[in-house]
């Protein structure tokens, strides 16, 4: 892993369990993230619900997100982007969910399209 200081494009990385990250820098393949761009609806109205319920009513969010990052290995690089469709719901009761992270579902989600891509 070349740039570690991408934390979220780094946790969902190591939450897809696509690659075995290790600390070894004698390894030959080399995977350099770039910034994703997330995308989110403009509007809170689905929040509406949930703010004068104090969570009681779940609501939504759908968050697009540009996902990309280079395999070195070998002096060849490929490039690999995926789009990401992640829904996070705002929810009192999520509170007593443990382990729903937005890192541990688009880790899913990334797994999902990158398999998707290598059949």
């Known amino acids: 892993m070349v740039n570690k200081e991408l934390e979220r494009e780094f ?3 190591k939450h897809s369990d ?3 990250i290790v600390e070894d820098s004698t390894n030959a393949a080399k995977i350099t993230l770039h ?3 997330t995308r989110t609806p403009s509007c809170g109205n689905p929040m509406i619900g949930s703010m004068i319920t104090v ?3 779940p609501s939504g969010f759908p968050y697009d997100i540009s996902y990309r990052y280079d395999v070195t290995e070998n002096s060849t690089t490929k490039n690999y982007q ?3 469709k992640v829904y996070q719901s705002l929810w009192l009761f ?3 969910r443990v382990g729903r992270t937005f890192s541990k579902q688009s880790g899913k989600a990334l797994l999902g399209s990158y398999m998707a891509s290598n059949k």
């Open 35 to 37: 910034p994703m761009e």
């Open 11 to 13: 946790n969902i990385l």
């Open 94 to 96: 999520n509170i007593f």
């Open 18 to 20: 696509i690659y075995e």
């Open 82 to 84: 995926y789009q990401l």
């Open 55 to 57: 969570g009681l009513l």
